[in-house]
């Protein structure tokens, strides 16, 4: 049983202990009201745009944000002149929205303010070089990253080692500041390193995988009568990646060969055996007409399809230059012309259409008319003919017909000056001769215009 004094005593200990606990309490009701109240008027814990504005005011927050930037421990560059200046009015549309936020836990908001065009033209045209010289100014202080690499070295891949530095990642840093400059208030890039893709990598590894599949690619070249296979791996035996993940090859191989095959090909400057109308093989010297292979785009290209790894054929026809690609000799269609007998015969798709009479220029001098391959450079009528005679004097000739074959001048037209028993009449060439064009009979010309093109053949020989 508990004695009187017992009881006494502990009666008298609990109005004191209702009092600490009400005190108590209190204390913490008056904390939390004078929290809230607090809270009411400040942010809580909180950043915007990265910035930490845990327990300001609308106007406070505002001005930290126009006024801070964005450089953790150095580990940020800080584009000068970049800061757009926050709305605040932005800044207190958060703050209307922070009762949704944990009391304890840092919550991380962005407020933006709308970039123009006129500053971001600034940011990229202005501001981007002068970041991009500041990355190449820190990156000469330091160690530059070298990846390793896979090489092509007389047709084995080897893998060189790379070295691992401390040099900045200067295409992700620049990729970050355009991103940035779209809409962040202030540009603060952060400074990345070059990562280092060791032998042992996966980059490695694929990057071996992507060399075997362009080892592997087949260009296909197709020529008038045949086409020719290139499998890489058996025409390229040296090489190395480029930046763009492609790779650049010694192109010896393929350049020797186009080469080759050019001087069988190509036909222009060469000389062409013809059968004569009187049944006789003659070979006319080379002239203007024929074709040849432009060896540099045709190497190129080849090339560049071999190391994209793209699967491609390709046309000769795109890189032959001249007339006649394809043609053997004289063909089908063209004019021979026969300076000794004065005549000039027209084939057309194999047949003899017609012939006729003409008069040349003289067989040596200054108006002699050349004998060659060349081609009709174009058709014109009712056209002036202008030049020089011997004797120093100029002529001006109308003519109703014209194809010129020569750079200097020389060509088919009538010519209805000439008396009509000159043409085809060798013996009155010394007299009548032409400044080394070819005069046909005005009443001919139409048939020779009708039956010939721009870029035929005409075969002059004697």
């Given at each position: ?28 009701l008056g904390g ?15 950043k915007i745009n ?234 006319v010297p080379g ?176």
């Amino acid at each position: 049983m508990i004695s009187r004094k017992e009881k006494y005593k502990k009666d008298k200990k609990s109005p004191r202990l209702k009092r600490i606990l009400i005190g108590i309490l209190l204390v913490i009701l008056g904390g939390f009201i004078g929290s809230h109240i607090y809270f009411q008027n400040h942010f809580k814990f909180a950043k915007i745009n990265d910035i930490s504005v845990s327990g300001l005011t609308v106007a406070q927050a505002t001005k930290k944000l126009n006024n801070s930037h964005i450089d953790e421990d150095g580990n940020y560059l800080v584009v000068k002149d970049s800061r757009i200046k926050v709305n605040s009015s932005d800044v207190k549309q958060l703050f209307k929205n922070r009762n949704s936020m944990s009391m304890v836990a840092v919550k991380n908001m962005s407020v933006k303010s709308d970039v123009s065009a006129k500053q971001r033209a600034y940011r990229l045209n202005v501001l981007l070089p002068k970041f991009e010289q500041r990355i190449d100014q820190i990156n000469r202080t330091r160690v530059k990253t070298t990846d390793s690499k896979v090489l092509l070295k007389n047709g084995k891949m080897v893998v060189k080692a790379g070295k691992a530095g401390n040099s900045l990642d200067k295409n992700k840093m620049i990729a970050a500041f355009k991103n940035q400059a779209k809409n962040n208030l202030l540009i603060s890039v952060k400074m990345t390193k070059d990562t280092y893709a060791t032998p042992n990598s996966t980059a490695i590894a694929n990057q071996k995988k992507h060399l075997q599949k362009i080892l592997d690619n087949t260009v296909t070249l197709a020529t008038y009568n045949k086409t020719y296979q290139f499998k890489a791996k058996n025409w390229v035996a040296n090489g190395y990646p480029t930046e763009n993940g492609d790779y650049k090859f010694d192109s010896t191989k393929i350049k020797s060969w186009v080469a080759k095959f050019a001087n069988k090909v190509d036909t222009l400057g060469k000389s062409v055996k013809i059968t004569t109308h009187q049944g006789t093989k003659v070979k006319v010297p080379g002239g203007t007409y024929g074709w040849r292979v432009n060896q540099k785009a045709l190497t190129k290209n080849v090339m560049k399809n071999l190391q994209n790894g793209r699967k491609a054929t390709m046309k000769l026809s795109h890189y032959a230059l001249g007339t006649g690609y394809g043609v053997k000799g004289a063909g089908k269609t063209y004019v021979a012309i026969d300076l000794k007998n004065l005549k000039e015969y027209i084939y057309y798709n194999g047949q003899l259409i017609t012939t006729v009479p003409v008069m040349s220029g003289t067989i040596t001098g200054g108006n002699k008319t050349p004998q060659g391959a060349y081609y009709i450079m174009y058709k014109q009528r009712n056209t002036t003919l202008k030049g020089k005679n011997d004797n120093g004097s100029k002529y001006a000739s109308k003519v109703s017909y014209w194809e010129p074959l020569t750079n200097s001048g020389v060509g088919m037209h009538d010519s209805p000056w000439q008396p009509a028993s000159v043409y085809g009449n060798p013996s009155a060439r010394a007299q009548y001769h032409s400044h080394g064009c070819l005069n046909n009979p005005p009443s001919r010309m139409p048939t020779v215009w009708k039956y010939t093109q721009t870029n035929e053949p005409v075969f002059i020989y004697y």
